[in-house]
């Protein structure tokens, strides 16, 4: 059975394949909705494998900071074979630093998240000791009056 850390490397590598092969279409602006749907699916892969539901406007509002991109990308895509060469790389890196900048958030809001339940867990379990001494203190103390 294949580790979290492989299921999202498998997912990551696989969309910035698929979003370079798709960066390499000749025709400007071609290549966005393709590559941002693989980027959108992508996204939501992770969250399943990290078990949190990504709905696809959670997913689109992460790409937001990456559309800047796409215009350098369909700038370089008009120059013959360098330029295709240039924006099916940009997609393909791209795509692989945004699918493990994902995997990290995911590991960090999962650490803050196991942070509080243990902080509530353990406050609880404070005050149950904290009861439960009281309590047998008391029981004792009249047992032997």
Partial sequence: MATRHEKC???????????????FIPLPF?????????????I??????????????????????LLAGVVGRQVAGMIPVFGWLAKSGT?????????????KNLEEEERERKRKEEQIYGHGMKEGER???DYLREKIKNEFR
């Fill in 9 to 23: 490397e498998d997912i990551i590598h696989s969309a910035a394949l698929a979003a370079g092969g798709v960066g």
């Fill in 30 to 42: 071609m290549d966005a909705v393709p590559i941002t749907g693989i980027q959108i699916t992508m």
């Fill in 44 to 65: 939501i892969s992770l969250g399943k494998v990290f078990g949190k539901e990504i709905s696809k406007t959670e997913a689109s509002a992460i790409l937001k900071p």
């Fill in 91 to 103: 997609a393909f890196t791209i795509t692989e630093t945004l699918g493990w900048n994902v995997v």
């Fill in 131 to 133: 009861k439960t001494k």
